[in-house]
């Protein structure tokens, strides 16, 4: 897929080195349009004009990888991504590192913060996070948590440019359980750079509240149009983009029963997405289970996008890490 160029400015108006990526809405609009624009750079490889300015760009630096939940694509997107700019990345999982438990959060944060650059942690509560980079004085980004994952929308928005040519003015469905990371994360991105979002959820897995009035306030400034509905078909109607997520992630694993039915009449399927426009994108953060929230005719077909997404990860995070740590 052929990408459109992009306007990489050697010296922002803003200051990211150092900046945390903890939840979306802690960035601007500009910031992560920056951050977009070098991933859309970086992918283009040898080809990129500004290829030697990434080259070596984090050279001798390290990335702390915390994991306190596994995930394939978060591991090697990361520590593939500091390698290609120069840098190195160490994994944490929990038997190397005892986060709150065996030393407390405050005391880790410190420690690390004097021997590595950066750190990447991937756990269950926000606050795990928040604490963590109260007490580091290197940048901390959040590689999935409870509330939110910001690396993977980050990844998101740069497939639908990649394929759409644009962000503002887009229509976007999230259809599932709008309670996760994924939607809750889904909708501040999506209404901070101007993108009409929708999602359609049960009654029982609305979003969290607070989180939809952030992104209420972030669609008022940016012209964004939010809607929440129960009609899963109401809410794919000419959209440019359809997404789904797992209906039971991990640690949910006893309500699977329960929510497997509840969100059922949400199932991506042909007769759904017949609503969205002709030219919808299908996006999915992986992994997948074909036949429960996607079918895979959809997920398989000539809409899916899922794999551009995956490798997308590597690209925006790489545009992330530069960002936040270069010198």
């Not at 959040?142 to 639908?160: F, M, R, S, W």
């Not at 983009?241 to 059922?264: C, F, H, N």
């Not at 996006?283 to 996607?294: F, K, N, S, T």
Request: aromatic letters at 6%; glycine letters at 8%; a negative charge.
């Amino acid at each position: 897929m052929s990408i459109k160029p992009s306007e990489v400015t050697p010296e922002p108006c803003f200051q990211l080195k150092g900046k945390s990526m903890l939840n979306l809405a802690d960035w601007a609009p500009e910031e992560v349009e920056y951050v977009l624009n070098h991933a859309i750079e970086m992918k283009k490889g040898k080809e990129s004009p500004f290829y030697s300015r990434y080259e070596n760009a984090l050279g001798g630096q390290t990335l702390g990888m915390i994991f306190e939940k596994p995930s394939t694509r978060t591991r090697v997107s990361f520590e593939v991504g500091m390698f290609q700019l120069g840098g190195q990345a160490i994994y944490l999982n929990t038997n190397d590192i005892q986060l709150g438990r065996g030393e407390s959060i405050e005391d880790t944060a410190q420690v690390l913060s004097r021997y590595v650059d950066a750190v990447m942690i991937r756990t269950h509560a926000h606050e795990t996070l928040t604490r963590f980079d109260q007490y580091a004085n290197i940048p901390v980004i959040n590689g999935l948590c409870d509330l939110y994952h910001p690396t993977q929308v980050l990844a998101d928005l740069l497939t639908i440019k990649e394929h759409k040519g644009k962000l503002q003015g887009l229509r976007i469905a999230y259809i599932g359980d709008g309670k996760n990371n994924m939607a809750h994360t889904l909708l501040l991105g999506a209404t901070m750079m101007g993108m009409d979002m929708t999602v359609a959820s049960p009654d029982d897995d609305l979003p969290q509240a607070d989180i939809y009035e952030k992104a209420k306030e972030m669609a008022t400034q940016s012209g964004a149009q939010l809607h929440l509905t129960t009609d899963p078909h109401a809410a794919t109607k000419g959209v440019d983009v359809v997404i789904t997520d797992v209906w039971t992630s991990m640690g949910q694993e006893d309500e699977q029963e329960a929510r497997m039915k509840r969100l059922e009449p949400y199932q991506v399927n042909t007769d759904l997405c017949s609503h969205a426009a002709t030219d919808y994108i299908f996006l999915h953060c992986l992994p997948a289970h074909r036949g429960e929230e996607v079918t895979a005719d959809i997920i398989d077909g000539g809409h899916s996008v899922v794999f551009d997404e995956a490798e997308n990860r590597l690209h925006a995070q790489k545009a992330l890490l530069y960002a936040v740590m270069s010198r």
